[in-house]
């Protein structure tokens, strides 16, 4: 066997037995809870499928699976690193959704995400967007805005390899409660923040049928917004 075969498998080996570990623990109720997001997001597709940025959260979806087994695995940097794709590919995909032009520069490698336009004053939850497709959303997405920035920036530090403080890992691949947790805690605030764009963007555009299937999933990851809460006739005491 040679060195690489030999690391690799150890390194495979490490992932199994993290995988096991994970499966085992206490939190593996909440990785049900973290995969009923792909079910959401096929639910979001549906409806969508005829709209050009599609491609975009089909990427985010296949990505979230990734995130979501390497998380498991216990390979959270990579776990962190993906979460982090996944938020910036579906906000991205909402915004470039009201701009032809601008998707397709993007779709054919002639522009760049760059994450502050996506949450500037002219962005996702800015309020050009909310004028144009739900007004009573201003005060929500104010703090929805707030949300993505801290959650991108935390995601971030995976990404460039800064000394941990938001994302603290462990040196080996190995089951890490607390890292794990901390990576369902991050993957709840890339749920909500993807529902409540898409609610934002689309939920004007997609038939009553479509509405009534999201609206389970809508109603409890942003049910304690009283917005949401009027929008689909509940009670906003």
Known sequence: ??????????????????????????????????????????????????????????????EYLIALLNAVQGQYRNAFKGLRLVL???????????????????????????????VDDDGVFGNRMINAFFA??????????????????????????????????????CFHEPSVRLWLEKARSVRRLTHFAFMLRYIGDIDEAARHRLEPALVDVLGDIVEVRSFFGGRTE
């Open 1 to 62: 066997m040679t060195e690489a075969a030999s690391n690799l498998g150890r390194l495979h080996e490490a992932s199994s037995a993290a995988v096991h570990a994970t499966l085992e623990s206490g939190v593996a109720a909440e990785i049900g809870e973290a995969y009923a997001f792909v079910t959401e997001l096929e639910a979001w597709r549906e409806p969508l499928a005829d709209q050009p940025e599609v491609v975009l959260f089909d990427t985010a979806h296949g």
């Open 88 to 118: 910036e590919l579906h906000l991205q995909g909402v915004l470039l959704s009201t701009d032809l032009l601008a998707l397709k520069e993007w779709l054919g490698s002639g522009r760049h995400t760059i994450w502050a336009r996506v």
């Open 136 to 173: 009573t959303f201003r005060v929500p997405a104010a703090r929805m805005r707030d949300s993505a920035k801290t959650t991108y920036s935390e995601l971030s530090e995976c990404i460039h390899g800064n000394v941990p403080v938001a994302i603290p890992l462990p040196e080996a691949i």
